[in-house]
Nanobody, 117 residues
Framework: QVQLVESGGGLVQPGGSLRLSCAAS????????MGWYRQAPGIQRELVAR???????NYADSVKGRFTISRDNAKNTVYLQMNSLKVEDTAVYYC???????????WGQGTQVTVSS
């Protein structure tokens, strides 16, 4: 059974930083596209950042220049470094793994990030 376990969330002041981690219990981790999504109360879940098996990345416009996604295939882990955090970054952050062949998607349980003074 595939499991994605997020960690690293918490409370931080505006302008601060956090690093989220997502450990995946999957075989052939390197073939998965790994993504971070977030969902604030009353708002649809949205893509924050994604990293492909090739290592290429894409980001939501709202986090470009502040967040960095990376992966360590040897550790089956994807990271999200979040800098210059804003109040509007407050949300539950979810890790997602996508595989093409055969097609499959998996979600983590989420980790709360709260940005507040």
């Amino acid at each position: 059974q595939v499991q994605l376990v997020e960690s690293g969330g918490g409370l931080v002041q505006p302008g601060g930083s956090l690093r989220l981690s997502c450990a995946a219990s999957v075989t052939s981790f390197s073939i998965y596209t790994m993504g971070w999504y977030r969902q604030a109360p009353g708002i649809q879940r949205e893509l924050v950042a994604r990293i492909f098996s090739s290592g290429s990345t894409n980001y939501a416009d709202s986090v470009k220049g502040r967040f960095t996604i990376s992966r360590d295939n040897a550790k089956n882990t994807v990271y999200l470094q979040m800098n210059s955090l804003k109040v509007e970054d407050t949300a539950v952050y979810y890790c997602k793994a996508d595989r093409v062949l055969p097609i499959a998607s998996y979600w983590g349980q989420g980790t709360q990030v709260t940005v507040s003074s």
